[in-house]
């Protein structure tokens, strides 16, 4: 993506009764409902954020075990608080993508611009290839220029893009951006922001982030 999560399912050694299939249809429509996206065969270790946008809430998993890097570097920026006050400030559909072969949907954040010159280094690109992640409906991920060029910016995947997987296409260097979780609450939020109005990709205006917390902490 211009500068802009598969989770192995656990073993089982105990068969398990097979759900109701009235079960599982009420299931799914609590998922719906409540805008959760399935994490089917994606269950290693977590930690959650809450992202609190003025449009509402989007939960996050992030993969502590399989992106530690990339979720760590993450977490500086949330505990610094960087993100508060901050935007999701681009939305890319399928309609606004003209000088684009590969088409993806995303939506994009950056940090409090009072921090734009005073982040962190750069960290190295920890592509799918080697963490298993993969770029799925509700993924979180690194937005960069080159290869290990990630510093605070972030986007989540609208439906698969398996274009922006190690060995994409998207980005000419087909190395792929570093997913490092997947949202669990608040895909309808997503969907939302990446329906607001735009001019072009830019949000008009950016919907502000309130802030970004661990789940967990300081509670």
Known sequence: MDHCVTIAPRSRERR????????????????????????????????????????????VAMDMERAPATANNFLEYVRAGHFTDGQFHRTVTLDNQPDNEILIEVIQASVNREFRESGYEPISLERTSTTGLKHLDGTISMARGGPDSAT??????????????????????????AAFGRVTQGMDVVRKIQQAPAEGQSLTPPVRILSITVIGEND
């Not at 249809?25 to 719906?32: C, G, P, R």
């Not at 060995?167 to 087909?174: C, E, F, H, L, P």
Request: glycine share 12%; charged share 15%; net charge negative.
């Open 152 to 177: 605070s910016s972030f986007f989540i995947c609208v439906g698969d893009q398996p274009s922006l997987d190690f060995g994409g296409k998207r980005n000419a260097d087909g190395q792929g951006f």
């Open 16 to 59: 398990l009764m097979r759900p109701l299939p009235s079960l599982v249809v009420l299931l799914s429509i609590v998922l719906t409902l409540t805008g959760a996206v399935p994490t089917s065969g994606q269950d290693s270790p977590s930690l959650f954020v809450l992202i609190e946008t003025e449009l509402g809430r989007i939960e």
